[in-house]
């Protein structure tokens, strides 16, 4: 699941008691030690599951030994995290591609293939870039930057079009906007900041849009101008979008943007934003089958059922494993989530004392993998374990089922994104969307999340969070619950994360919002959080497999029963702006 935080996140404020710090190339080299926590260790394995597993044929039932054996393979530290881009999310796609292929299933990606290749280049700014304002040569990442591709812009005056709000843009005619640079004054609200490093027109004549940034916004910068992968959209606007800080704000227009009137003019700029972009050396791509439905009438139709094969790749340098899993799991129990916790001296004397007694039977292991065995390998492997079930029964559901692994979901949602922009079956014939996003783990000792209100929630043997899943269908949300009951799968199903306004924004975190601001019914299937959740310990020595399996096998059912309705999911609730911002 995407993070509100750094994803690079790592538990690096210990004392140096608590690490054993080596570095990454050691890391990289040295197998690891079998090295468990058996208190950590969720479900109901009486002893510690094994650091490494030998795979096994899987069979067409969903089962758990078959999630362990995928798993085990698709989290393990060979693939270096899956980050999109990389050769570890490359080889990754590679083995899903395999065994639907291997199963059966019918490619539906690219040119009769499995692959959906996004279209992404890795992004380089060129460090001599200028923006000079009033004669005054303003700072590269102090007091402006910039995303998108290059520009040029000589002597053009800046015209002040008013706030950008929720609500969108002020209106800008083609004679103010002819020959200048637009500006738009943005409050510190994390979501419009989004949506203007994105997909934002310049408007109609202007030489290019500038986004004026309040003090707290600073941030933007840094992100913006960070080298690495982003989509390029050959359909999406060509401009770039310049940012400035309060201080440069000042040099343009002699006031700050909370005095700006609309209309107001600045001094001239001149600027020169020069950005590289490269081909990466490994496509990041979704993954797309389909099982043809057994209803001639029907097979047309699609329940799609998704999930995300990426993860955030590699630590900059090693630290001690148990370190971090000690730690975390007192300190920061949903894990980057609580990057704004550094323990007490209370909570560090316990740290130490845990560890000096790990110490005792275990060695110390260096770590910089982030396997992502629950985020998101769980979810995939649930996805691929129930293609596998799907394909192996005599009467098929009388729609089509269509499978989508999605890339880069971690980066932003691009995957999803780029799939429902360009789906590869027409989008209205998609009557459902399943997302598995986080399912191996949500036992009692989990902090799954918290309420609207702040209360902290936590798992149990028969937990599972949803979300979404009565936001644009009630009958979606309907004969889920039906499913469960009926076919006795008895979960207790968490509804607290889908409140409206909740804080964590999760509805607007994961792959199935990119469905459902095109008003398809989506529901959100997830075991929620925990102290493991975007750091070095998500390995697959941590997944509660039995609790897995009892989610794939709902899933499951809920798939067919989805596919074999006489109706599709009827859209009774609000309906969304796909071009709009979301908002829990």
Same mark, same amino acid.
């Given at each position: 699941?995407?993070s509100l935080?750094s994803?690079?996140f790592?538990?690096?404020?210990?004392?140096?008691?608590?690490?054993?710090?080596?570095?990454?190339?050691?890391a990289?080299?040295?197998?690891?030690?079998?090295?468990v926590?058996?208190?950590?260790n969720?479900?109901?394995n009486s002893t510690p599951?094994p650091l490494?597993?030998?795979?096994?044929?899987?069979?067409g039932?969903?089962?758990s030994q078959?999630l362990?054996?995928r798993l085990y393979i698709?989290a393990d530290?060979?693939l270096?995290?899956?980050? /999109?881009?990389t050769?570890g999310?490359?080889?990754?796609?590679?083995?899903i591609?395999?065994?639907?292929?291997?199963?059966?299933l019918?490619p539906m990606?690219?040119s009769?293939?499995?692959f959906?290749?996004?279209?992404?280049?890795?992004?380089q700014?060129?460090r001599l870039?200028?923006?000079v304002?009033?004669?005054?040569n303003?700072? +590269?990442g102090q007091a402006?930057?910039f995303s998108?591709p290059s520009l040029?812009v000589?002597?053009a005056e800046?015209?002040?079009?008013g706030p950008?709000?929720?609500e969108?843009?002020p209106?800008?005619?083609?004679?103010?906007?002819?020959?200048r640079?637009v500006?738009y004054? !943005?409050? #510190?609200n994390p979501?419009l900041?989004?949506?203007v490093?994105?997909? !934002?027109?310049?408007?109609?004549g202007s030489l290019g849009?500038?986004?004026?940034?309040p003090?707290?916004?600073?941030?933007?910068?840094?992100y913006?101008?960070?080298?690495g992968?982003?989509?390029?959209?050959p359909?999406? %606007?060509?401009d770039?979008?310049?940012?400035?800080?309060d201080?440069a704000?000042?040099?343009i227009?002699g006031?700050g943007m #909370?005095?700006l009137?609309?209309?107001?003019?600045?001094?001239k700029?001149? @600027?020169?934003a020069?950005?590289?972009m490269?081909?990466?050396?490994f %496509?990041a791509r979704n993954?797309?089958a389909?099982i043809?439905?057994s209803?001639?009438?029907l097979?047309?139709?699609?329940v799609?059922?998704g999930?995300?094969?990426?993860h /955030?790749?590699?630590?900059r340098?090693?630290?001690?494993?148990?370190s971090?899993?000690?730690?975390?799991?007192? /300190?920061?129990?949903?894990?980057?989530?609580?990057?704004?916790k550094f323990g007490?001296?209370?909570?560090?004397?316990?740290i130490?004392a845990?560890?000096a007694?790990l110490r005792?039977t275990?060695?110390s292991?260096s770590?910089?993998?982030?396997?992502?065995?629950?985020?998101?390998?769980?979810g995939?492997m649930a996805v691929l374990e129930i293609a596998?079930?799907l394909?192996?029964?005599k009467?098929?559901?009388?729609r089509?089922?269509?499978?989508?692994?999605?890339?880069g979901?971690?980066k932003?949602?691009?995957?999803?994104?780029?799939?429902?922009e360009?789906?590869?079956?027409p989008?209205?014939? @998609?009557v459902?969307?399943? #997302?598995?996003?986080?399912v191996?783990?949500g036992s009692?000792t989990?902090?799954?999340?918290m309420s609207?209100e702040?209360?902290? +929630?936590?798992?149990?043997p028969?937990y599972?969070?949803?979300v979404g899943?009565?936001r644009?269908?009630?009958?979606?949300?309907?004969?889920?619950?039906?499913?469960?009951r009926t076919k006795?799968? #008895?979960f207790?199903?968490?509804?607290a994360m889908d409140a409206n306004?909740?804080?964590?924004n @999760?509805?607007?975190?994961?792959?199935?919002?990119?469905?459902?601001?095109?008003?398809i019914? /989506?529901?959100f299937?997830?075991?929620g959080?925990h102290?493991?959740?975007?750091? +070095?310990?998500d390995?697959?020595q941590?997944i509660?497999y039995p609790?897995m399996?009892?989610?794939?096998?709902l899933?499951?059912d809920?798939?067919m029963a989805?596919?074999?309705?006489?109706g599709?999911p009827k859209?009774?609730g609000?309906?969304?702006?796909?071009r709009?911002?979301c908002?829990?």
């Open positions: 699941m995407i935080v994803r690079r790592v538990a690096l404020a210990l004392a140096p008691l608590c690490f054993a710090v080596a570095s990454p190339a050691s990289q080299d040295a197998p690891k030690k079998q090295s926590d058996a208190g950590m969720a479900g109901v599951l490494k597993l030998a795979p096994r044929p899987t069979t039932a969903i089962t078959d362990m054996t698709f530290d060979s270096a995290g899956r980050d /999109v881009g050769e999310h490359y080889k990754a796609t590679t083995y591609a395999g065994e639907l292929k291997r199963l059966g019918k990606g690219d009769g293939t499995f959906q290749t996004l279209p992404l280049k890795s992004r700014v060129d870039s200028s923006f304002a009033g004669g005054t303003l700072a +590269l402006w930057g998108g040029t000589d002597d800046v015209f002040f079009a950008l709000t929720e969108g843009m209106p800008v005619t083609p004679e103010q906007a002819k020959g640079v500006a004054s !943005i409050t #510190n979501a900041q989004r949506a490093v994105g997909r !934002i027109d310049a408007p109609a849009v500038l986004f004026l940034l003090a707290q916004a600073r941030g933007v910068l840094n913006v101008l960070q080298g992968l982003a989509p390029v959209d359909n999406a %606007p060509a770039s979008r310049l940012f400035v800080t201080s704000t000042m040099r227009f006031n #909370n005095l009137v609309p209309g107001a003019l600045g001094a700029v001149n @600027i020169k020069v950005v590289d490269q081909t990466p050396a %496509p993954v797309v389909m043809p439905g209803d001639p009438k097979a047309t139709q699609y799609a059922i999930a995300h094969s990426d /955030v790749g590699t630590a340098r090693a630290i001690d494993h148990d971090v899993l000690v730690f975390n799991r007192i /300190v920061r129990p949903a894990g980057a989530e609580n990057s704004d007490s001296a209370e909570q560090f004397a316990t130490n845990e560890l007694e005792k275990k060695p292991r770590d910089s993998i982030f396997n992502g065995a629950d985020d998101d390998g769980s995939s596998e079930y394909a192996t029964q009467t098929k559901p009388k089509s089922t269509l499978f989508v692994w999605h890339a979901e971690e932003g949602l691009w995957g999803s994104a780029h799939f429902t360009y789906p590869t079956v989008r209205e014939s @998609i459902a969307q399943l #997302n598995m996003d986080m191996g783990r009692a989990d902090q799954t999340g609207a702040g209360k902290e +929630l936590r798992g149990g028969d599972l969070q949803l899943s009565r644009l269908s009630t009958e979606l949300g309907d004969l889920v619950e039906q499913v469960n006795q799968h #008895n207790t199903f968490d509804y306004g909740h804080p964590m @999760i509805y607007c975190r994961s792959d199935h919002y990119e469905y459902a601001k095109w008003n019914p /989506v529901t299937f997830t075991t959080g102290s493991a959740y975007h750091q +070095l310990t390995e697959p941590y509660d609790h399996q009892r989610v794939s096998r899933v499951a809920i798939a989805v596919g074999n309705a006489a599709r859209v009774d609000a309906k969304m702006d796909p709009g911002s908002k829990q």
